[in-house]
């Protein structure tokens, strides 16, 4: 699992490298696993962002009632990320009606730790 400093630390290296090519956007992982992709984009011409991926669960078929429960658990622990996600201020949106949602957050300063400590995910 990734941690605050992690992401703060991998924020500032985004950062960085904004400075040093400052003619393009770029585009820097700071955190990715199964259903999370959490990227900083820099771009000299608008504000920085933090955009966030989220791959809610899909259920094919139910195979007993310990899968229905799984899949309801793993759907809220999706679920309450985004939603402190949102309480952070970020926007979010509905990229695909399977379930790919995003939010972002453009920032003019460093984030607070706050928003640090809601986007890592759970695990």
């Not at 500032?12 to 585009?27: G, T, V």
């Not at 009632?65 to 999706?78: A, P, W």
């Not at 003019?108 to 890592?120: C, G, H, M, T, W």
Request: net charge negative; with cysteine; charged share 30%.
């Amino acid at each position: 699992m990734v941690s605050l400093l992690e992401l703060k630390s991998k924020w500032q290296e985004a950062l960085a490298s904004d400075l040093e090519s400052e003619d393009e956007e770029c585009m820097s992982i700071l955190c990715e696993n199964d259903w999370v992709r959490i990227l900083a984009i820099v771009d000299p011409e608008t504000p920085r962002r933090i955009e966030v991926e989220v791959s809610l669960p899909s259920q094919q078929d139910p195979q007993s009632g310990e899968d229905v429960s799984k899949f309801i658990q793993d759907l809220i622990k999706h679920l309450e990320y985004l939603l402190g996600l949102y309480k952070e201020g970020m926007t979010l949106s509905v990229m695909t009606r399977d379930g790919l949602w995003t939010a972002f957050l453009d920032m003019e300063k460093l984030p607070q730790d706050s928003l640090f400590n809601a986007l890592i995910p759970p695990s």
